[in-house]
């Protein structure tokens, strides 16, 4: 029997919703036939190593979502330990956890997405570093942690400003509209989903909250928009150098002649795998069950992965 361990929880500031991910990805995997073992890391490395060590599995499943978790950090310790694992490798990650990064990459790809700046935080607090309305989050950091929209006669900047403590800040243009995402399996766009929400934004609450927003899939849009966002999803994946799954995000401006109001916000190599999540809706939509999913991206990564033959090595990173 294949043994997987899930690695979830972590240090990040999205913990809560990792512990609720692994916790949905490991029964469903036991579901499917597979011994798991379940791993919350902590801040001691070497503890994290031995306890991979000892639980010898053929491939990780990574669900630990945020910092060390889906920037490069965990992937590089599983390409040391030659062990396989589920999404993105190192430099994938790493990449597309810096906004800016990746904004770049996109860019060299043709890809549609929004002017941006960076600024730390004393510089917001000078000055708007775009005109009204514009977006602040941070760099390397997910879930819409962080992200505030400064409007017309905003007074926030400051008290913004004075509070920052997620490091380097990208500032962008605001796009009014409408939220669009795509998941992508390997080089499948899934479906369109629009989300809407009565939030301000599609925020950490109205993400993973019950009845924190409403997925319309496949998202009311014309037909060229749903083929353009689908296919900016899968160049995004191919342009990071993403394996298995991830989601594009987007921003759609409906007032503006078909796709041309359509862009690419970021993309995110791991998804959310919880009960209102929008991979397994998108993949339940066409017609592949939960357990399912969480058993290719295994097969996925154990065919991509280093085998487990004794020998020190390093797996593709990309």
Known sequence: MTRV???????????????????EIAHALR???????????????????????????????????????EDGSI??????????????????????????AAKACFAQAGLPVAPHRL???????????????????PVREGSSVGVHILRERDNRRAEIAASWCWGEIIAEPYIPGRELTVAV???????????????????YDAKYAEGGSRHVIPAEVPDDVRA?????????HAA???????????????????????????????PGMTPTSLVPE??????IRFPELCAWMVRQARHDGMPRDGAKGFRDAA
């Open 119 to 137: 600024l730390e935080a004393r510089d917001l607090a000078e000055a708007d570093p775009l005109p009204l309305p514009y977006v602040v989050k």
């Open 31 to 69: 579901e499917a036939g597979y011994e798991v073992t379940t791993l919350d890391p902590g801040s001691d490395l070497g503890a994290v190593v031995a306890a991979l060590a000892a639980s010898r599995p053929d491939a990780v499943f990574n669900a630990l979502h945020g910092r060390f978790g």
């Open 240 to 270: 990071l150098g993403c394996r298995g799954v991830s989601r594009a995000d987007f921003r759609w401006d409906d007032a503006r002649p078909g796709a041309e109001g359509l862009v690419l916000l970021e993309v995110n190599t791991q």
């Open 5 to 23: 361990t899930v690695l979830l929880g972590g240090l990040s500031s999205e913990r809560e919703v990792s512990l609720s991910s692994g916790r």
């Open 75 to 100: 992937q590089g310790v599983l390409d040391w330990m030659g062990i396989p694992y589920t999404h993105s490798g190192l430099r994938a990650s790493a990449v597309a956890m810096d906004k800016a």
């Open 185 to 203: 399996m390997e080089d499948r766009a899934l479906a369109v989903t629009e989300i809407a929400t009565g939030h301000a934004f599609y925020d």
């Open 228 to 236: 353009r966002a689908m296919a900016v999803a899968v160049a995004a």
């Open 282 to 287: 998108q993949a339940a939509y066409c017609g």
